[in-house]
T-cell receptor
Framework: DAGVIQSPRHEVTEMGQEVTLRCKPISGHDYLFWYRQTMMRGLELLIY????????DSGMPEDRFSAKMPNASFSTLKIQPSEPRDSAVYFC???????????FGSGTRLTVV | DQQVKQNSPSLSVQEGRISILNCDYT??????FLWYKKYPAEGPTFLISISSIKDKNEDGRFTVFLNKSAKHLSLHIVPSQPGDSAVYFCAASVMNSGYSTLTFGKGTMLLVSP
């Protein structure tokens, strides 16, 4: 199994631009999570899906952030417009039923200048 | 408001000695606790966990201790090895309500020197 695959690994964009982060979860996993890592806040949950349905998006910081999961093998996290304070490492994780079965991707390092 | 707190941003230990990483939590509903390890440019990986019905869980060189009355847990690594140098995240969950997400601390960077 290739694990959770995220793309791109690095993204540098200018303030105001749209950014799309992509995630392919492990096949068979029914939960998908988007986390953001910053020095100030550590790992914080943005949103999670169960069977492609968004369950809790209370961690999404603003309306500028949106996430979709059109099918079981693909999810996107979009920031529009992006701001310098969005600079962080964004992780996608998936699991099968259990909270302790999380498998994380390698993350996308986003820099907004 | 951080429900899971790791108050030491970093820890330096010599090879062969014990590393002790600490974690405090505020939510008394948490009943399952985990430690994740993260190397640079990689995602966090699961290391060890403990249920609230236990006060200790051991796996090789890694032992997690849970003190429910103090809302405190710790990860002991004995003996520490240079390959243990990484960021360690403490995480907590409310498992008895069915599925629950993980709440993470900010992490502690461990450096084990030869």
């Amino acid at each position: 199994d290739a694990g959770v695959i995220q793309s791109p690994r690095h993204e540098v964009t200018e303030m105001g631009q749209e950014v799309t982060l992509r995630c392919k979860p492990i096949s068979g996993h029914d939960y998908l999570f988007w986390y953001r890592q910053t020095m100030m806040r550590g790992l914080e949950l943005l949103i999670y899906f169960n069977n492609n349905v968004p369950i809790d998006d209370s961690g999404m910081p603003e309306d500028r952030f949106s996430a979709k999961m059109p099918n079981a093998s693909f999810s996107t996290l979009k920031i529009q417009p992006s701001e310098p304070r969005d600079s962080a490492v964004y992780f996608c994780a998936s699991s099968f039923r259990t909270a302790y079965g999380y498998t994380f991707g390698s993350g996308t390092r986003l820099t907004v200048v | 408001d951080q429900q899971v707190k790791q108050n030491s941003p970093s820890l330096s230990v010599q090879e062969g000695r014990i590393s002790i990483l600490n974690c405090d939590y505020t939510n008394s509903m948490f009943d399952y606790f985990l430690w994740y390890k993260k190397y640079p440019a990689e995602g966090p990986t699961f290391l060890i966990s403990i249920s609230s019905i236990k006060d200790k869980n051991e796996d090789g060189r890694f032992t997690v201790f849970l003190n429910k009355s103090a809302k405190h847990l710790s990860l002991h690594i004995v003996p520490s090895q240079p390959g243990d140098s990484a960021v360690y995240f403490c995480a907590a969950s409310v498992m008895n309500s069915g599925y629950s997400t993980l709440t993470f601390g900010k992490g502690t960077m461990l450096l084990v020197s030869p």
